[in-house]
């Protein structure tokens, strides 16, 4: 497990009611997948330690946090001390994306180039000011290059070969 990277969903933020429930603030985009009943999590101390696998039995969104009930705990004695403990799983359960969108795991460390085979950098960041991504690509000189995510600049992404392909319009340089 060690060697597996692993994705945060959660932090347990405090306890809800005396029946040992936990409430969980989610660090995910698809909350209602990662907490549905019967999913196993690893809990992690805040410090560090050895983690701990649950079961959800039940679960419900709550106020922006969603109220968990984990298997083998019905009473608040019992959950007390796992506030503060984060919740994860292991990559390999990443939800799948729909056909042109991707994690930001994937994108950044991508090796960038035009469609005429020009190499321009690396992307290192993502950001999202509006209407749509912008690549932050640094160049073999220092310098930034901001790409926008839209049809007409990204022409190919190759996320196992770790490769974008981009055609540049006017003034992007």
């Not at 907490?35 to 805040?46: D, Q, R, S």
């Not at 007390?80 to 729909?98: A, I, M, N």
């Not at 460390?109 to 999202?128: F, M, N, R």
């Amino acid at each position: 497990m060690s060697e597996e990277r692993l994705l945060n969903i959660g932090k347990v933020v405090n306890t809800h009611g005396i029946k040992g429930e936990i409430k969980v603030w989610p660090q995910t985009d698809f909350p209602e997948v990662r907490f549905k009943p019967g999913n196993k999590l690893l809990m992690f101390p805040p410090d560090s330690g050895q983690p701990l696998t649950v079961e959800i039995v039940a679960s419900r969104e709550q106020k922006k946090m969603y109220v968990l009930q984990i298997k083998g705990f019905d009473n608040i004695n019992q959950v007390e001390k796992y506030k503060g403990w984060e919740l994860k799983v292991p990559e390999t359960d990443r939800v799948p994306l729909p056909e042109g969108e991707y994690y930001v795991r994937d994108i950044v460390g991508c090796a960038v180039e035009t469609d005429e085979g020009e190499q321009l950098g690396t992307v290192t960041d993502i950001l999202s000011p509006g209407a749509n991504d912008i690549w932050v690509v640094k160049m073999p000189k220092g310098k930034e290059l901001l790409l926008p995510v839209i049809d007409d600049v990204v022409l190919n992404v190759d996320i196992a070969g770790r490769k974008i392909t981009v055609h540049l319009l006017e003034g992007l340089l």
